[in-house]
């Protein structure tokens, strides 16, 4: 009943909007209506209530990551309400993963849909028993949004297990190339048990340094950021390289940043052979387009494109881990297009504004035996009628576009504050609403978030002392407005 008032009303003033509206471009259908048009804070943040709640909670599990409770109910749009009542302008969007905002009209009528019902209340075993609409519903929805070249997809339910298992597929891809395509002999089934060669063989992957790729034990192999995310975990010797170190602005540096790039594809190819040499054959790369929990590093499409080329010739898998990068963030679906690579990457891997976990693969690297590339869900059948309801507002009311041109109009706002604050601010980068700025120190980055919040702006940080963005897919100039005057009156209190 709740659901149904709620999706009443909201259908309600979305008519009314959409007749009587001068707003935004397409604030009538694709901003939840009931939006706040600022911030409002009545409360130190955590509050009252959120102290006790967590106070609660830590007689159950470690709080130590928990940073105020919210009520869902009464957020909307870019704007997240908590228990005690403060409302406030959301740039970091459950950490990056909510395309369309708080209550969006469309996913709140998706769960009303008939066709619906059963696809939210059984979750079914999708690798086994998937239900009779599963094709269609893939194909309309994942495969319609798959990265250029790429057919084949296999849903999971998180960023993690999809990189886990993006690895498994490039392990079986490689293992399958050395037998020459044969069936695994019978000493390769039975060593592989006792976790001992050759069906266990010392195989590798390649990964950058302050990389981060989910937090189950494959995929943390592969993680370099924090200690935090590793510390006590038995890890396996792969060999990581460095990721380039940028200078900016990125125009007066061309030649200094390519030889470092330059410099990099060098190193990858030496750690290759040293690897190989060992005894620990590389069977593969992992890069994100740009790593956002190491910092927001970007490289060049260069750069990219000289990882696809060392990959091809040697015949390594390359995984292109986009998920906190797809969806439409950058301004294209997928980060990597920006790269215009000649040859698609083998694998990219999806989660976050994507709802439902998994990985596109070219068909070479599709096991051939059943129950390789499986759990019990392998993903939500829900997730996927939620996400249909995402695709089709980004391609009905041209949100890339939009993503673009307020991705443009924040970078240049913070290129101004970062005149303005010559030595507070460093390096604002962007590729669409993906966007972030440095400061001089971790400390003051962490007292100006702390700041923000009392003024109803809520941020995340990535890296040692990095301010990272990053709103829903319908954060418009008019949020970005909101944002700079409640930064600039943070910032000039430093410089008193």
């Not at 989910?214 to 590793?230: E, I, P």
Request: charged fraction near 25%.
């Amino acid at each position: 009943m709740l659901v149904t008032r709620r999706l009443n009303l909201l259908l309600r003033t979305i008519e009314k909007t959409h007749n009587d509206s001068t707003g935004d471009k397409h604030a009538s259908l694709s901003i939840a209506v009931s939006e706040p048009s600022e911030p409002k804070v009545v409360t130190d943040i955590p509050g009252p209530k959120s102290k006790q709640l967590i106070q609660e909670l830590d007689q159950i599990q470690n709080v130590g990551a928990v940073h105020f409770f919210c009520d869902y109910d009464n957020s909307h749009g870019n704007y997240l309400t908590d228990v005690d009542g403060n409302v406030m302008l959301d740039l970091y969007t459950q950490i990056s993963s909510l395309p369309l905002g708080y209550n969006h009209p469309a996913l709140i009528n998706a769960v009303s849909k008939p066709e619906n019902l059963s696809t939210f209340v059984n979750r079914p075993a999708l690798g086994v028993y998937p239900p009779a609409d599963w094709v269609s519903r893939l194909q309309n929805v994942l495969v319609s949004v798959s990265p250029p070249g790429m057919t084949q997809v296999q849903t999971m339910a998180c960023g993690a297990c999809s990189v886990e298992h993006g690895l498994k597929a490039i392990f079986i891809k490689y293992m399958s190339d050395k037998r020459g395509g044969k069936a695994p002999s019978k000493e390769d089934m039975e060593s592989c048990i006792a976790n001992e060669a050759p069906g266990s063989p010392p195989l590798t992957i390649l990964s950058f340094s302050n990389s981060f790729h989910g937090r189950t034990m494959g995929a943390l192999a592969c993680t370099h950021s924090k200690w935090l995310h590793k510390l006590d975990f038995p890890m396996p010797a792969w060999p990581h390289v460095r990721f380039p170190d940028l200078k900016y602005p990125l125009e007066e540096f061309v030649e200094e940043n390519r030889a470092e790039e330059n410099k990099i594809l060098e190193e990858v190819e030496d750690k290759i052979e040293e690897y190989n040499k060992k005894g620990l054959p590389v069977a593969g790369v992992i890069v994100e387009p740009v790593q956002c929990e190491g910092g927001d590093n970007f490289a060049s499409a260069d750069f990219f494109q000289g990882l696809r080329d060392i990959t091809s010739k040697r015949g390594l898998g390359y995984l292109m881990d986009e998920v906190q990068t797809g969806c439409g963030v950058t301004g294209k679906f997928w980060a990597h297009e920006h790269f215009n690579l000649t040859d698609t990457p083998d694998i990219v891997t999806f989660s976050k504004k994507m709802l439902t976990g998994g990985f596109y693969n070219k068909s070479s690297f599709r096991p051939k035996e059943g129950y390789r590339i499986l759990n019990t869900w392998v993903g939500d059948p829900s997730k996927i009628a939620l996400l249909g309801e995402v695709v089709n507002v980004i391609k009905e009311d041209n949100i890339l576009d939009e993503v673009k041109v307020t991705g443009d109009y924040l970078l240049s706002g913070l290129k101004q504050m970062q005149v303005k604050y010559p030595g507070m601010l460093s390096k604002s980068r962007g590729l669409g609403t993906l966007s972030a700025v440095d400061f001089n120190t971790a400390a003051t980055r962490d007292k100006v978030m702390a700041n923000l919040r009392k003024k109803g702006v809520h941020t995340g940080s990535c890296g040692e002392k990095t301010l990272r963005f990053r709103p829903t897919l319908l954060f418009q100039n008019k949020h970005v407005d909101v944002f700079m005057e409640r930064f600039d009156d943070v910032l000039s209190q430093f410089e008193k």
